[in-house]
């Protein structure tokens, strides 16, 4: 019986829903000590995210209910607290940190004014709160703090949000920080300079961080410990490098093995004869902002190409323009030879048939008002002369078995399935067109590390069974190592580097290539504690 | 024809049955569909079968107070100001007054949709002229613009009808515009486009389903509206001319005897707020049961009652 910073002992939460109860966390047991990195990893449902809002007393109730277990704050059992006690330690002593700043600042408020309100509610007068605000974003690195101060959130970009909220979190110098998946919705180069901020602020402030994620690259690159959840049970727990080497958990063990970008490297392959698909110096601008400034690019039949960059680097309108969702103001697009840009609507319907695409949210991007049948047979309602309709139930139910569902579960609704299911409908009903090229628009990054892998292996037999093409669009380098022929890195709007899968990831040439691979994560503590010393010398 | 569709169903719940059992899962709902009905079938075969109890005079029975037996069971909710019998000339009123409000509400909900579904898909001009000109019927006050059609025009249902009509279509014209605008832009629309779907396609298929629903809240709230607009105007003596009458007429008719007989005005209120509220009930039901990832909570609940 030690004395740990937070305890959390036995804890058993359930959910009162339509379907019945789900017990979504069950007798789960953790502790965290002063100036220690835990990380809770688990994929979505596996109950990673419950244990820390009980401890921030977050869940609701009803439908919640805590079942059974204490949290143990130095010892003080907080579940037995008044709620005027618990508001006392929330973000005094417990602060929290989320995945979607823009969400969680007030969009209405000064930045500096948010801040300082946090030091006020736990009583600190003004003078000292707008002082602390403006220490808080200096430490926190955002550039020219006096003027920041009287920001709006919508003027901040996405990492320095994340900034934000972590110097929120800090304005009462808490003894615990919570982090619910911080550097999901960040791009790789931001996500690491976070990750390096709150390390630094650790060792400052000596305080214990709890960090959600599903990443194991995060898990690599900031953990000390690691809690490994699955299904609403804690299933492994111990050192994080100890962990990954000696995985005792069947299901460690598979979450290990999906982390992708392990795989062999497809060889080159010859690149003689006339491409599929061909785009010549393309341009888009929005206004002043030029999206597109003058991209070529080439798919030959059977190829995959990967197009990588980070945000607003213009792989999305890139990927639109060559759809012709979005015109592109410039250059021509040549598919086998003919240009789309030049071509009658009656003939661009035709070539509909062999451009497919798969969106990033299968969530958004299936009707949810049309069963799975509906779905995939709309294909064959708009193009008449693909199959005839006394063929469909047979070939829709085919589709579905080719993509691993169960034919029955044609007469369903999008919502009954989970999301990893969901992107699998969205490819049959991309397959129903029976396409030459499929555009994949961040087709994997919104599911778990483990669906993630299903899908690209999905992906890559169905390229070897039909002789795909695939424009495979990517924020993340790892996910097309092992999938991708070529790779294309793009950058505000242009390529700055195109070559063979070997070349980009084994020799990169451009200095932004370079600094794309050394900032994402390897899942591997080892690898990635040594790319972080590299990094520090670099700098240093 | 019947036959071959009942075997060619090898469910042992036809459609029908699943959705009155979904009616039956929401008790409001099914006693407002209740309602309803019977103020249908009033409708349909009230004028037929009291048509002349209700136009008879009875000067003795001038404003007769209701609950009194002595007078016979059509004198039941009293008389009004000629001694007419309150219960059939309500029931009589229904079938006019639900026409006007059905007819007024169905026009203008059908042409206020299509208007705001060709005003939110095109960008082009014909979008700025449609809103323009629903900016000037909303800028103009409904009730003289009425004032001014029908005392031009012949106050005829017809006309009644054209007119609230007319003064409705921007509310849908515009609730439709906007839902359109915000669902245009959604994943699985641009997914259809991928496909080569055409327009119509688009609209009908994948946006029409998705505005339905508040649609149909907004038709319903519209009801009551226009029912009692059409009340003023034949207070106003430019709606509906006696002795053909509504529930409207009634309660504008009973307004002089509020302190002495309240019944007058009561019981055509009473018709009133039950037939909006039934409405209100019945298309909340038809916005969780026309919805699939809602429908659960209604087929669930079914489940339990068995």
Known sequence: MTDHLLEVRDLSVEFHTA????????????????????????????????????????????????????????????????????????????????????????????????????????????????????????????????????????????????????????????????????????????????????????????????????????????????????????????????????????????????????????????????????????????????????????????????????????????????????????????????????????????????????????????????????????????????????????????????????????????????????????????????????????AVSALDVSIQAQVIELLDGLRREFGLSYLFIAHDLPVVRDFADRVVVMKSGEIVEEGPVRQIFDAPRHPYTRALLSASLDPDPVVQAARRTARQLETA | MTDTRIQSDPKPRGPFTTWLSMLWADKLAFFAALFLLVALLCAIFGPWLMGDLATKQNLRGRNAPPFDLARGWLMILGADALGRPLLPRIVVAAQNTLMVAGAAVLCSAVVGCGLGLIAGYSRKRAAQWIMRLGDVIMSFPSLLLAVIVLYMLEPSVANIVLVLAITRIPVYLRTTRAEVLEVRERMFVQAARVMGASDRRIIFRHILPVVLPTLLTIATLDFAFVMLAESSLSFLGIGIQPPEITWGLMVAQGREYLTTAWWLSFWPGLAIIGTTLSLNLLSNWMRIALDPAQRWRLEMRGRKND
């Open chain 1, 19 to 442: 379907a019945g109860t789900v017990k979504a966390v069950q007798n789960v047991s953790w502790h965290l000590d002063r100036g220690e990195t835990l990380a809770i990893l688990g994929e979505s449902g596996s109950g990673k995210s419950v244990s820390a809002s009980a401890v921030m007393n977050l869940i609701d109730m009803p439908p919640g209910r805590i079942t059974s277990g204490q949290i143990l704050l130095n010892g003080q059992d907080m579940l037995v607290m008044t709620a005027e006690q618990r508001r006392q330690i929330n973000g005094c002593k417990i602060a929290m940190i989320f995945q979607d700043p823009l969400a969680h600042l007030n969009p209405v408020y000064s930045v500096g004014w948010q801040i300082a309100e946090m030091v006020t509610t736990h009583g600190g007068t003004r003078d000292k709160a707008q002082a602390r605000a403006l220490d808080l974003l200096r430490r926190v690195g955002i550039p020219e703090p006096e003027l920041a101060m009287r920001k709006y959130p919508h003027q901040f970009s996405g990492g320095q949000r994340q900034r934000l909220m972590i110097a929120m979190a800090l304005a009462c110098k808490p003894d615990i920080l919570i982090a619910d998946e911080p550097t999901t919705a960040l791009d790789v180069t931001v996500q690491a300079q976070v990750l390096e901020l709150l390390e630094e602020l650790q060792r400052e402030t000596g305080m214990g961080l709890l960090l959600i994620t599903h990443d194991l690259g995060v898990v690599a690159e900031i953990a000390d410990r690691v809690v490994v959840m699955n299904g609403g049970q804690i299933v492994e727990t111990g050192n994080a490098a100890e962990v990954y080497r000696n995985p005792r958990h069947p299901y460690t063990r598979k979450l290990i093995d999906a982390a992708p970008g392990k795989g062999q490297m497809p060889v080159e392959r010859d690149r003689t004869g006339q491409p599929l698909l061909r785009a010549e110096r393309l341009t888009k601008s929005y206004g002043a902002f030029h999206a597109l400034k003058g991209v070529d690019l080439t798919i030959m039949p059977g190829e995959t190409v990967a197009v990588v960059g980070e945000s607003g680097s213009g792989k999305s309108t890139l990927a639109r323009a060559i759809l012709r969702l979005d015109d592109p103001d410039g250059g021509r697009i040549l598919y086998r030879g003919d240009d789309l840009m030049a071509m009658a609507p009656r003939q661009l319907f035709g070539l509909r048939r062999d451009l497919q695409m798969v969106f990033q949210d299968p969530t958004q991007s299936l009707n949810p008002r049309m069963t799975v049948f509906q779905l995939i047979s709309e294909a064959w309602v708009i193009h008449p002369d693909i199959l005839p309709k006394a063929q469909w139930k047979d070939r829709a139910a085919d589709l579905l078995v080719k993509v691993g569902l169960r034919p029955e579960m044609a007469a369903r609704y999008p919502h009954q399935f989970s999301g990893g299911q969901r992107q699998r409908i969205a490819i049959a009903r991309a397959l129903a067109m029976e396409p030459k090229l499929i555009v994949c628009d961040e």
